[in-house]
DNA sequence: AGAGCGTAGTTGAAGGCTTGACTATTCCGC
DNA sequence: GCGGAATAGTCAAGCCTTCAACTACGCTCT
């Protein structure tokens, strides 16, 4: 909806202008186009999605390589129920394995497998380039300092949900 | 991943450094949970997705409210089957009709109804209020221009397929 | 005219995601 | 320690997306 006035026009809603809606179209549809291109050639040179990719690396990172459930869900952005979908499906492959908490009874915790940690050793490789390629080496310093500086702006208004 | 060198390791991988490690997820997380805000604002207020919103903003600006389906599938970042298969939806809805294309015998036409103008109208209210809250509210005005920026030189890379 | 090729769009099956309901376990106040 | 509330995780149904055919039409060369 291209709609007239600049500012908070009678019914009360704040259109935005011409030069708003530039932005926020290049915004919305690069990062869509981005985040869509890494996945693809993710997901087509290892047979691993973004998604499930986040998960390996999240576990790698943690002494133990294992967390909980939850946790998992929260550094992914993912939902408990989508989450534990996913890992039922990396389990099927062998690259996660589930293990009952030995604090909480109620928890599992996600522990990555050797065989996990080679899948994700073979796929970090190809995300660190594609990261590289179209994003690092497109932007100069000072444009990547600022798409740092609004990223952190609008996570500390969306961070806490 | 987190791995040590700065620059192209032994494995000539261009790792990313701790600085680029945190630029790069400030700029994937919020794109990412700004988008999940936004649908899912929209989505529950209107029960329209963004997907299905930018499908109707298409077909409104233009000139007929009517488009070709491959045209309307690039502008909205869609593949065609995926289109496809939302503008039947949309057909179920009301809100869009079909009609063969009469300069081109295997084209089709998506044609905007009525029902679907007044369906985007109330939607775009919500949408638009939220873009300001979540996006352009947070940020400053070099902020903006910055993003602008960004989001236009990634543009540029991104969009010759 | 007709063969062959490219383009436009659709379809169906397979798999992923979301929602909401459900089970199991723990925590808390008495 | 016991009953109720809260928390962790799973599961099933339905919707959405993707992939790979498949149909239908137009274009070109002979």
Redesign the pocket.
């Known amino acids: 909806m291209t709609s007239g006035s600049p500012d908070a026009a009678a019914d009360g809603t704040r259109w935005l202008d011409a030069e708003e809606q530039k932005a926020w179209r290049a915004y919305l549809f690069s990062s869509m186009l981005l985040q869509?291109r890494l996945d693809?050639e993710l997901?087509?040179s290892t047979g691993i999605?973004h998604?499930y990719y986040e998960i390996l690396v999240a576990l790698s990172e943690t002494p133990g390589r294992s967390m909980?459930?939850?946790?998992?869900?929260d550094r992914c952005l993912?939902?408990?129920?989508?989450?534990?979908?996913?890992?039922?499906?990396l389990e099927e492959r062998g690259w996660v394995r589930?293990q009952t908490?030995p604090?909480?009874?109620?928890?599992?915790?996600a522990v990555l497998t050797d065989e996990g940690f080679e899948a994700l050793d073979a796929a970090a490789h190809v995300h660190v380039e594609s990261v590289r390629t179209h994003l690092f080496d497109q932007l100069s310093p000072e444009q990547i300092a600022s798409m740092r500086d609004v990223g952190e702006t609008l996570l500390r208004h969306l961070g806490p949900r």
Chains 1, 2 share one sequence.
């Open positions: 869509d693809r997901t087509h999605s998604a909980r459930m939850s946790e998992l869900a993912s939902s408990r129920s989508r989450l534990s979908h996913a890992v039922s499906r589930r908490c604090e909480d009874g109620r928890g599992q915790l």
